[in-house]
């Protein structure tokens, strides 16, 4: 019998178009009114936290820059969350459905080891406004649950807009940088710098761009020495020619020392437990 079925491949048009029939139409803006069903949990319970489009008290109205924004987290997952001394968040663009910039997820730690994912929201917009009204939203949730919220640390990425909302609503939270989108963010430089053939292409350079990724990992006090007499220095052992290749790296230099090195303790992750939100990436 199983011999002649059909594989996934040729019959996931048809399995996916008998899914879609059984869900509500996909809304083509955000003011759509949301379906009951996606407001609570398997079990009936509350998940929906906050709808921008509603008016609900005691929690923050949205202001216009924010436009449309759901929140969804249960007691349970508000209740983790006011326990985790670490928090780290990150976005992601690709799972996003059609109304949403994108789908931001905030994790915390059950037991200080093991991270999960708590706190889906599903932004229209990314910028300064929507990030702090998700913080002074949770804040109020858990208040409510008389609860408290004052994490230790919170890691994500560099995104100015969501480390500013972070300094303001939680001024004695130390903000941690995620190795891997810190090495991202030098890569990109990297390319913009037009030294991506010379990374890929000649030791020296690779070794010395390598090396700058790396000062993560360095203790904070030390990452500005390491740098200027460590791996700077070595801009000599690149070759003279073509005459850009000096021209760029000092260029990528200057990116560097004038961006990251006044902000050593956000990047450094030595000696900390977690030093990515790569488990988020994976939820």
Not at 2 to 7: A, E
Not at 152 to 175: C, G, H
Not at 227 to 250: E, G
């Amino acid at each position: 019998m199983l011999v002649v079925l059909p594989t996934f491949y040729n019959m996931q048009a048809q399995l996916y178009r008998i899914r879609q029939e059984h869900l509500p139409t996909s809304p083509t803006d955000s003011k759509f009114v949301l379906h009951p069903g996606f407001t609570t949990t398997d079990q009936g319970n509350r998940f929906l936290l906050y709808d921008s489009n509603v008016v609900q008290v005691p929690y923050a109205s949205a202001p216009p820059e924010v436009g449309r924004l759901l929140i969804y987290a249960s007691d349970l997952q508000l209740d983790i969350l006011s326990k985790s001394n670490r928090i780290g968040s990150d976005g992601t663009f690709e799972t996003a459905a059609q109304i949403s910039h994108q789908n931001y997820i905030i994790i915390g730690e059950v037991e200080e080891k093991h991270p999960v994912p708590l706190i889906f929201c599903l932004c229209e917009h990314k910028n300064y406004e929507t990030y702090k009204l998700i913080i002074k939203v949770l804040k109020t949730a858990v208040i409510n649950l008389k609860l408290d919220l004052k994490p230790v640390y919170w890691m994500s990425d560099y995104e100015s807009a969501l480390t500013k909302a972070i300094k303001e609503e939680f001024p004695n939270t130390q903000l941690l940088g995620c190795a891997f989108h810190f090495s991202q963010a030098i890569y990109r430089n990297i390319q913009g710098k037009g030294l991506q053939d010379a990374y890929q292409n000649l030791e020296v350079v690779r070794q010395v761009l390598r090396q700058i990724m790396a000062l993560a990992f360095v203790p904070s006090d030390q990452i500005t020495r390491v740098y200027y007499d460590v791996i700077k220095p070595q801009l000599n052992n690149v070759p003279a020619k073509p005459i850009s290749l000096r021209h760029n790296l000092r260029d990528f230099f200057k990116y560097f020392e004038s961006f990251w090195l006044r902000k050593t303790n956000q990047f450094c992750v030595f000696n900390q437990s977690t030093r990515t939100n790569n488990g988020l990436e994976g939820n």
